[in-house]
């Protein structure tokens, strides 16, 4: 299983860490993939580590105000999310590929998502 987790209340410039959990697996395996989606939007790509070298791709959206990253120790991978907009909200999904891809139809596997709500 993979599960997202995290997620909260949190007011405009603020801050929150996304954690993605795997059982029954490694998750260093994989590539490891953050996805969005907004009520009434298709699901968004956010940011991607790959499994190999730990090199990173960020939506352009993002870019500059979150981090990927991996903790392969932990069997974990993790989204910062810094200097958060309200267009951040959404619903943030991990997801596992191989090698990093911007596109959700490369995904092998998701998690149940955790709800992200930028509001003052």
């Known amino acids: 299983q993979l599960q997202a987790s995290g997620g909260g209340l949190v007011q405009p410039g603020g801050s929150l860490r996304l954690s993605c959990a795997a059982s029954?697996?490694?998750?260093?395996?994989?590539?490891i993939g953050w996805f969005r989606q907004a009520p009434g939007k298709e699901r968004e790509w956010v940011s991607c580590?790959?499994?190999?070298?730990?090199?990173?791709i960020y939506a352009d959206s993002i870019k500059g105000r979150f981090t990927i990253s991996r903790d392969n120790a932990q069997n974990a991978a993790y989204l910062q999310m810094n200097s958060l907009k309200p267009e951040d909200t959404a619903v943030y999904y991990c997801?596992?590929?191989?090698?990093?891809?911007?596109?959700?139809?490369?995904?092998?596997?998701w998690g149940q998502g955790t709800l992200v709500t930028v509001s003052s």
């Open positions: 029954q697996f490694r998750l260093e395996w994989y590539a």
């Open positions: 997801a596992i590929t191989d090698p990093c891809s911007r596109s959700p139809v490369d995904y092998d596997y």
């Open positions: 580590i790959d499994k190999s070298d730990g090199s990173t």
